[in-house]
């Protein structure tokens, strides 16, 4: 199994451009959440959803927008790139908020000029 | 204030030593307490998994939980160069949203 893919690795952003952050996980988990890791302040969650069509907001998610169209997709796209959305972005996986911990991916590094 | 706490360190100690690791929590509805390894440039991986107080096992690893005290811990025996990385202890509630400490970076020196 895969477990979770993000793409890309990395990417460098102008100010004001939009891009989707792509993730996607092959252990049919229904609980999806995103992250963003700065230095000193550890993973702050974005946005998270517990199934497909269900999102609900994190406790940063000011300029990100999520969709969940299938249990396998969960998508995070930048509205208008701002140098305060330089970071790392985990996606990570679950089978529910009961299991056995969340599954991450390797991460996608932003950087917004 | 933070909902958890941690100590940033860096915490450094020499080959074979315990490691303690600790983390405080300010919300009692949290019910579910975790700790993640992560290795510089990687994504954090699975260390313990626990959602009752007391202790929990595997091989080096104890993860101990008092949420009575809102105290989390995580221990490392026979420490190795190779658990040199940054350690989270991360709680969740029942909609499976995860609160992260900052970390802490531990070296443990051969």
Request: charged content about 15%; overall charge neutral.
């Given at each position: 199994n895969a477990g979770v893919t993000q793409t890309?690795?990395?990417?460098?952003?102008?100010?004001?451009?939009?891009m989707t952050l792509q993730c996607a996980q092959d252990m049919n988990h229904e609980y999806m959440?995103?992250?963003?890791q700065d230095p000193g302040m550890g993973l702050?969650?974005?946005?998270?959803?517990?199934?497909?069509?269900?999102?609900?907001?994190g406790e940063v998610p000011n300029g990100y927008n999520v969709s969940?169209?299938?249990?396998?997709?969960?998508?995070l796209r930048l509205l208008s790139a701002a140098p305060s959305q330089t970071s790392v972005y985990f996606c990570a996986s679950t089978r529910g908020a009961a299991s056995d911990g969340y599954t991450f991916g390797s991460g996608t590094r932003l950087t917004v000029v | 204030q933070k909902e958890v706490?941690?100590?940033?360190g860096p915490l450094s100690v020499p080959e074979g030593a315990i490691v303690s690791l600790n983390c405080t929590y300010s919300n009692s509805a949290f019910q579910y307490f975790m700790w993640y390894r992560q290795y510089s440039r990687k994504g954090p991986e699975l260390l313990m998994y626990t959602y009752s107080s007391g202790n929990k096992e595997d091989g080096r690893?104890?993860?101990?939980?008092?949420?009575?005290?809102k105290y989390i811990s995580l221990f490392i025996r026979d420490s190795q160069p190779s658990d040199s990385a940054t350690y989270l202890c991360a709680i969740g509630d029942s909609w499976g949203k995860l609160q992260f400490g900052?970390?802490?970076?531990?070296?443990v020196t051969p």
């Amino acid at each position: 199994n895969a477990g979770v893919t993000q793409t890309p690795k990395f990417q460098v952003l102008k100010t004001g451009q939009s891009m989707t952050l792509q993730c996607a996980q092959d252990m049919n988990h229904e609980y999806m959440s995103w992250y963003r890791q700065d230095p000193g302040m550890g993973l702050r969650l974005i946005h998270y959803s517990v199934g497909a069509g269900i999102t609900d907001q994190g406790e940063v998610p000011n300029g990100y927008n999520v969709s969940r169209s299938t249990t396998e997709d969960f998508p995070l796209r930048l509205l208008s790139a701002a140098p305060s959305q330089t970071s790392v972005y985990f996606c990570a996986s679950t089978r529910g908020a009961a299991s056995d911990g969340y599954t991450f991916g390797s991460g996608t590094r932003l950087t917004v000029v | 204030q933070k909902e958890v706490e941690q100590d940033p360190g860096p915490l450094s100690v020499p080959e074979g030593a315990i490691v303690s690791l600790n983390c405080t929590y300010s919300n009692s509805a949290f019910q579910y307490f975790m700790w993640y390894r992560q290795y510089s440039r990687k994504g954090p991986e699975l260390l313990m998994y626990t959602y009752s107080s007391g202790n929990k096992e595997d091989g080096r690893f104890t993860a101990q939980v008092d949420k009575s005290s809102k105290y989390i811990s995580l221990f490392i025996r026979d420490s190795q160069p190779s658990d040199s990385a940054t350690y989270l202890c991360a709680i969740g509630d029942s909609w499976g949203k995860l609160q992260f400490g900052a970390g802490t970076q531990v070296v443990v020196t051969p």
